[in-house]
């Protein structure tokens, strides 16, 4: 059993800075890419950022100069620091981790539940 479990999410108001986590748990050999999406109502989910097993990072262009993904691999945990908050970045945000289970050769897509990020202006 892998599961992802996120938490930060919450009320925050505009220019204000919200630190999201997710830590991945069981039978885990390896994580590979790991990344945030997020969902706003009555939009298309969208990637918010990545980084792969290298610490390499790619931004979406809204959250550029804004955010920033890490990673600490001892805790199997994936951050999101985002800074300057605006309503617009009003959204669910979804973690996901692509991971080799214990006893198997390939990788698998994980996602977290969600957590809301609320901005108010």
């Known amino acids: 059993q892998v599961q992802l479990v996120e938490s930060g999410g919450g009320l925050v108001q505009a220019g204000g800075s919200v630190r999201l986590s997710c830590a991945a748990s069981?039978?885990?050999?390896?994580?590979?890419?790991m990344g945030w999406y997020r969902q706003a109502p009555g939009k298309q989910r969208e990637l918010v950022a990545t980084i792969d097993s290298g610490a390499g990072t790619n931004y979406a262009d809204p959250v550029k100069g804004r955010f920033t993904i890490s990673r600490d691999n001892a805790k199997n945990t994936v951050y999101l620091q985002m800074n300057s908050l605006k309503p617009e970045d009003t959204a669910v945000y979804y973690c996901?981790?692509?991971?080799?289970?214990?006893?198997?050769?390939?990788?698998?897509?994980?996602w977290g539940q969600g957590t809301q990020v609320t901005v108010s202006s």
């Open positions: 996901y981790a692509g991971i080799q289970k214990n006893g198997l050769n390939y990788y698998l897509g994980y």
């Open positions: 069981g039978s885990i050999l390896s994580i590979n890419d």
